[in-house]
């Protein structure tokens, strides 16, 4: 294969280097790993909300062809972590935890599991977990929000620091859009949302020994993971390996250890087998974490000419009734625009549902929906342009931190953006625009998002035939991180992708954080950088023993080419690798640490991204359209314009699921969902999206990491439904502020 | 898994035989529903009885108009050149249904019998009389945004989820039956049934009785015709509401003939009799449509989350109407 220019890596818009494995099926997911002996599990859910579990029958289970054991809190081995929990005082102080399944008789919420059944086939299992009889004594339940956002609390997180992201903000005067001149008060609510990546939750448990235990799992974070269950079982985390090399998405469900992940380790202990367990479809809306319906109210003043004076944003998202999640639903509304006057107020309800977990965007998604509905409304009573609006309000560094920004390109994400979608055709009178019985709107919604980086380790190492394997324990969910991470090492390296690999997904590698909020590139990817200047500087040691050319070289100006080092790439400094590998194995091989630097304490670093969209609502029907969608971002340096690329367009069409049909249902009277397959839970399909644009303004941030990255996956979709909806309202004139936008909210 | 006896006759004595002497027994088509309500446990037949030996699929004139066999596939009914051209609105119907998957996997027979999709019907910790008599209905006052506002009873409040019968009841087919006591023939808008105090029985066969094709009479609608189906997104969703539209419209605009029937509403495909009245011998025009749909909604009563049906449906009426005129 022919090699690519060496020094054009970054940038590139390169193949996924799994993208073969993938779509050829050889790629492995959790659930794919079949060990000798394998059993299989399923879960019995609760079908009472709350109380207790009186009685539960199990014989006939036990009974049924193939079946090696049905697990319950009346039989189940204790698991020495769930009574330590909570007690370890390096643990930072959190308001309970992860829900302890089978520690005894409670009810918590829905289809919490009850029981496990294990057997010899998977239908065997679920054939068998049918018969399981459960005899209860239901008490009152909770599962509406709006009927308990009296009882909405600060989060413990809050009450026990002031300073706390979640705590009362203020600066300037307290709710003082409530005197301004012209001002808006409105309420949004945005329903549950359910993950629902293309792989289903899974687990594959096998103890190798009494006390080494193996997880080929479906997570983001290999070493959360392994932290996690290390603890639950009492056991040196160098023990518990974890192993997931693939995931097939997750957009946040995976970043929490869940009960059923608890459960198929307690069972292959009892089987004494591995045991693989796989969460149904059901079970996804209830097990494993969703996007919490949140209430949210928005008041804004603003004066005639168009300058926002005052903002009080308060949320109440629900939590479970034994764990307190929270998220930064109100984070954007602190920074995002010029207003002296700024409040925000954020609150949990605690009802008897499952825990949520953040879901793509997270909270800055559902605050996004409010804030920029509400900006739309304001310019709307100004009549003003939207984008006009933005712009006088526009802020050239952190009003919240009083920092500079690191970067910050959005005015040129706007340009960028209104020119492409057509937003000189956008008519501030709405309802203009009409296509026979489509009526044509124009939208916009802004979104940003904190360009995180935490601390990484890449072990690098140049192989006898000429390749360089690079590890790290990392995950990749579906962003394309080994693709990327391939691309800067060949860079930095000089060689080309074809001869690098590199390994993720895996406990055992070295360190790196969950692939979680935007942050892996910024992370991993300097690690990688690192390690491959080391392992040149190394080679390059070595080198300078045979030769004199690279003494005095620098590590940055050594390349590796096919076979040989050289300096700067001068053939007659050539050393070949068979002499640098004469070296014993290590010599040959790196790893090393990079952290972020005091930046941090100087700037204040986002990504940001605005979502330009237009919508044809049928003025009969109320269906909706969206037309097009114009995604910019100003996300620093693009490693890969199309895995960069893929992430913008997925997240664009998460957004339209949640502007036009995502809604998770619980019958309040059952605690139970309504909605729990794909046919009552939709997510969009093709003929919903339009062919996403997206641009990047590609500016690198000097301050995150060297390579100039902030991070793409969440600004992706904040913002997305608030631009649809701000375009429907633009269409229509109907202001619709609670989630989903169905047909029946419009006619 | 379930133990259950599968059986493939190659007659069609013996496939009716085999379902009237075991009331544990079920016919299998497509199995694109029988299939799935069998894993979630919510129809346990003690024997399957495969019908796709049976020659039943070939679609042919006879008489003054199609005879569509029970086996023939929703696809290839779709794309059917004589269905094409003779009878318009049921291709549509049909391409309107589920994904290019199922419709290459479902009959005609089991599209006209898969059950509805009420969400209390299909979690079996929920009450539903349509499931398991004597429970109670859970969605009468429960989530019930999908349900009906025609002919529903306090027993079951469903909505028959097939769009292909919209059409069909549109079109005055008759369907052809085979049982233990012989043939007959059941006029479309009879087949279905209203709820009343049996919500377990969806239809008028007999136990054993099989359908073995469905015959749709010619007629004047070979033009003017729509399927206006709403739902919640673009594609592969089972309607809010649907309406089955067809116009003869003469050389002064004015309406001959004019079919119409509504989907999602009801227990069973809606037939507008009294609309379609109200169509004929005025002009094809937007306003005649609008008095139509007043016509038409007559009688209809919501419940707590489905009042936007009342608006939904005259709104696709006159919508589908108008896009027929201009076909
Ligand atoms: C995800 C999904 C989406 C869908 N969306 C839509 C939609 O949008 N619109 C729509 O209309 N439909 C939709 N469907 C339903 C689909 O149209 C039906 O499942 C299909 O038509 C059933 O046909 P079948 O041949 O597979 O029936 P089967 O599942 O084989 O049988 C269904 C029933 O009919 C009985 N039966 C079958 N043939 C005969 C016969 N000849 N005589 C007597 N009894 C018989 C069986 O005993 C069984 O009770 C959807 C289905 C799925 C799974
Ligand atoms: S509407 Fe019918 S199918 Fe639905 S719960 Fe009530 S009885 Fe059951």
């Not at chain 2, 996997?105 to 979690?123: E, H, I, K």
Request: aromatic share 6%.
């Amino acid at each position: 294969m022919k090699e690519q220019a060496q020094d054009k890596q970054i940038g590139a818009p390169m193949n996924r280097v799994d993208g073969r494995l993938k779509v050829t099926g050889a790629a492995k997911y959790s659930a794919e790993y079949e060990i000798p002996g394998i059993t299989y599990a399923v879960l019995v859910g609760s079908t009472i909300t709350k109380g207790r579990l009186t009685s539960i029958d199990t014989r006939a289970a036990e009974r049924a062809p193939g079946v090696l054991a049905v697990i319950t809190h009346f039989n189940s081995p204790k698991v020495p972590g769930f009574d330590t929990a909570g007690k370890d005082p390096s643990q930072p102080a959190t308001v309970g935890g992860p829900l302890k399944i089978f520690k005894d008789d409670l009810i918590r919420f829905n289809d919490q599991p009850i029981a496990l059944v294990v057997a010899d086939s998977w239908e065997r299992a679920r054939f068998a977990a049918r018969l399981v009889k459960a005899q209860y004594a239901k008490e009152k339940h909770q599962t509406n929000l709006e009927a308990n956002a009296a009882q909405a609390f600060l989060p413990t997180s809050a009450k026990k620091n002031p300073k706390s992201p979640m705590a009362d903000y203020q600066r300037g005067q307290v709710d003082a859009y409530k005197t301004g001149a012209i001002k808006l008060e409105s309420e949004y609510v945005i329903p549950t949302e359910v993950h629902h990546p293309m792989e289903l939750q899974s687990i594959t448990a096998h103890w190798e020994a009494p006390d080494r235990l193996t997880l080929y799992d479906k997570t983001q974070g290999t070493l959360a993971t392994r932290r996690d269950f290390a603890r639950e079982w009492n056991l040196p985390e160098e023990n518990v390996k974890v192993i997931a090399t693939f995931v097939g998405g997750a957009f946040g469900n995976a970043l929490h250890s869940w009960p059923h992940e608890s459960a198929a380790i307690i069972a292959a202990k009892v089987v004494n087998r591995p045991v693989k367990l796989m969460l149904t479809r059901e079970q996804m809306f209830t097990m494993v974490g969703y996007r919490p319906y949140t209430w949210q109210k928005l008041g804004m003043s603003a004066t005639p000419d168009g300058k926002i004076t005052a903002i009080t944003h308060e949320s109440i998202g629900q939590t479970s009734t034994y764990e307190e999640f929270t998220e930064s639903t109100l984070a954007q509304t602190r920074m995002m625009y010029q207003s002296p006057n700024v409040t925000t107020r954020y609150r949990l309800a605690a009802l008897d549902i499952g825990s949520p977990i953040w879901m793509r965007g997270p909270g800055e998604a559902t605050g996004a929906f409010a804030l920029e509905s509400a900006m739309d409304e304001m310019a709307h009573l100004l009549n003003l342009d939207p984008l006009e609006f933005r712009l006088r309000n526009y802020t050239d560094q952190d009003p919240e931190k009083n920092k500079p920004w690191s970067t910050k390109f959005l005015k040129e994400c706007y340009q960028l953006g209104a020119e492409r979608v057509g937003w000189n055709k956008r008519q501030l009178k709405p309802g203009s625009l009409r296509d026979g019985d489509w009526l044509i709107g124009y939208g916009m919604g802004v979104g940003t998002f904190g360009a995180h980086r935490g601390a990484a380790t890449v072990g690098a190492q140049l192989l006898p035939n000429g390749t360089v394997l690079l590890q790290c324990a990392t995950t990749d969910i579906g962003p394309g991180t080994g693709t990327v991470m391939t691309q800067i090492a060949a860079e930095t390296l000089g060689l080309s992708p074809q001869k690098i690999t590199f390994d993720l997904g895996k406990s055992s590698y070295p360190k790196a954080g969950t692939q979680g909020g935007s942050s892996t590139v910024n992370s991993v990817g300097p690690a990688v950088q690192e390690a491959c200047l080391a392992l040149k500087d190394k080679l390059r040691g070595i080198a300078a023993s045979s030769n004199a050319a690279f003494a005095s070289a620098k590590k940055e100006d050594v390349t590796l080419t096919d076979g040989y080092l050289t300096v700067g790439g001068n053939a007659a400094t050539r050393v070949a690798y068979a002499d640098l590998l004469r070296q014993p194995e290590a010599a040959t091989a790196v790893t090393v640490e990079a952290k972020p630097g005091p930046e941090g304490q100087k700037y204040s670093m986002y990504s940001f991204s605005v979502h330009f969209a237009e919508v044809r609502v049928h003025q009969l029907t109320g269906e909706v359209r969206v037309s097009k969608l114009v995604s910019c971002a100003d996300a620093g340096t693009i490693v890969n314009e199309k895995t960069a690329g893929n992430q913008m367009k997925g997240g664009a069409v998460g957004g339209i699921g949640m502007a036009l049909m995502e809604h998770a249902t619980i019958d309040d009277r059952f605690g139970r969902y309504v909605t729990k397959d794909f046919a009552d839970y939709h997510v969009p399909v093709h003929a919903d999206s339009p062919d996403v644009q997206v641009a990047f303004v590609n500016q690198p941030d000097p301050h995150v990491n060297a390579l100039g990255t902030k991070g793409i996956g969440e600004i992706a979709i904040i913002g997305v439904a608030p631009a649809i909806a701000n375009a429907i309202f633009n269409a229509t004139g109907k202001r619709i502020r609670e989630l989903p936008i169905t047909p029946d909210k419009l006619i | 898994m379930n133990q259950f006896q599968y059986v493939r006759p190659t007659k069609r004595q013996a496939a009716i035989d085999a379902v009237a002497k075991d009331t544990t027994a079920k016919f299998i088509a497509g199995g694109t529903n029988l299939v799935d309500l069998m894993k979630r446990g919510i129809m346990t037949p003690q024997k399957l009885v495969d019908i796709n030996r049976l020659p039943l699929t070939k679609i042919e004139r006879e008489n003054n108009g199609l005879r569509i066999g029970a086996l023939a596939l929703n696809s290839t009914v779709a794309d059917d050149k004589q269905v094409r051209e003779k009878q318009p609105l049921l291709s549509l119907a049909l391409n309107a249904g589920a994904s290019a998957q199922l419709r290459n996997m479902a009959t005609v027979g089991g599209n006209m019998l898969q059950r509805t999709r009420c969400s209390y019907f299909y979690d079996l910790a929920m009450p539903c009389n349509k499931r398991e008599p004597g429970t109670g209905c859970g969605a009468l006052e429960g989530v019930n945004r999908m349900h009906a506002i025609f002919g529903f009873s306090d027993k079951c409040i469903a909505v028959h989820p097939s769009d292909m019968s919209v059409a069909l009841v549109a079109l005055d087919a008759t369907v052809q039956v085979s049982g233990p006591r012989g043939n007959r023939s059941i006029p479309f808008a009879d087949f279905h049934r209203l709820p009343g105090d049996t919500p377990e029985k969806d239809t008028n066969l007999e136990p054993g009785e099989l359908i073995t094709a469905v015959v749709v009479p010619d007629g004047p609608f070979t033009k003017h015709v729509h399927y206006q189906k709403v739902r919640e997104r673009a594609s592969y969703a089972f309607a809010l509401l649907s309406v089955a539209a067809a116009l003869d419209i003469d050389g002064n605009n004015t309406i001959k003939a004019a079919r119409l029937a509504m989907g999602g509403v009801a227990h069973k495909p809606w037939r507008l009799t009294a609309a379609e009245q109200a169509l004929v011998g005025k002009p094809a025009t937007e306003d005649t449509f609008r008095q139509a749909a007043i016509v038409a909604m007559q009688g209809a009563k919501a419940f707590k989350y489905n009042a936007y049906k009342l608006k939904l449906g005259p709104n696709t009426i006159v919508q589908a109407l108008k896009t027929a005129a201009a076909a």
